[in-house]
């Protein structure tokens, strides 16, 4: 065998068919693994950017709080505090609540039970039923949605469900939101949306 090239050595070439199916097989197994632990793990990945941008949206509320407040008793007043809010949360979330539980027996029927105000409360449900409640640390905060009246200002909306208790945000939670710190008979966040 001395003086033989690598090219004229076939010793071992009935193997190699067999070594490719068995890489083939191995490789395709690793492919399978790693696609099962993602789905795995990608719930997770999901939930960590939800949280990442209900602390954005309560880093941002906070931030208007101890600004003015647009007196809605006085015609022409000026704005008060705002923010604007971008959420992009997965198509899994069924309502982003702030201030309000509209859904307290959790049956995924919004109108079917009594809400049940929360201030300083974010409240995420997911299509699933698991639910993830954000507490947001600083003074009372109450929330309201806003509605344009006919001179073009915002306001309390008079035609809101459960005495307007709160905002709710259903399916798809997904654009800008803008908030404003208002004052009626006590000072509220109000929704431009």
Request: net charge negative.
């Amino acid at each position: 065998m001395k003086g033989q090239g690598i090219l004229h050595d076939t010793r071992a070439i009935d193997t190699v068919p067999l070594k490719m199916v068995f890489y083939l097989v191995l490789t395709g197994t690793i492919i399978f693994l790693t696609a099962a632990s993602w789905n795995s793990v990608s719930p997770f990945f999901t939930g960590y950017n939800t949280e990442d941008q209900i602390n954005g949206l309560s880093v941002e509320l906070l931030s208007i709080q101890n600004g003015h407040a647009r007196n809605l008793l006085v015609p022409g007043s000026i704005e008060g505090s705002m923010c604007t809010v971008r959420l992009s949360l997965p198509e899994n979330v069924r309502f982003l609540a702030l201030g309000v539980d509209p859904d307290p027996d959790a049956d995924g029927n919004l109108s079917n039970s009594l809400w049940r105000p929360e201030n300083n409360t974010i409240l995420v449900q997911y299509d699933s039923g698991h639910r993830s409640r954000f507490i947001i640390n600083g003074e009372n905060m109450m929330f309201r949605q806003g509605s344009l009246n006919a001179k073009g200002n915002w306001v309390i909306d008079p035609h809101s469900v459960h005495d307007n208790m709160g905002i709710v945000i259903e399916r798809p939670v997904n654009g800008d939101y803008v908030f404003e710190l208002v004052l009626s008979d006590r000072k509220y966040t109000l929704s431009h949306f």
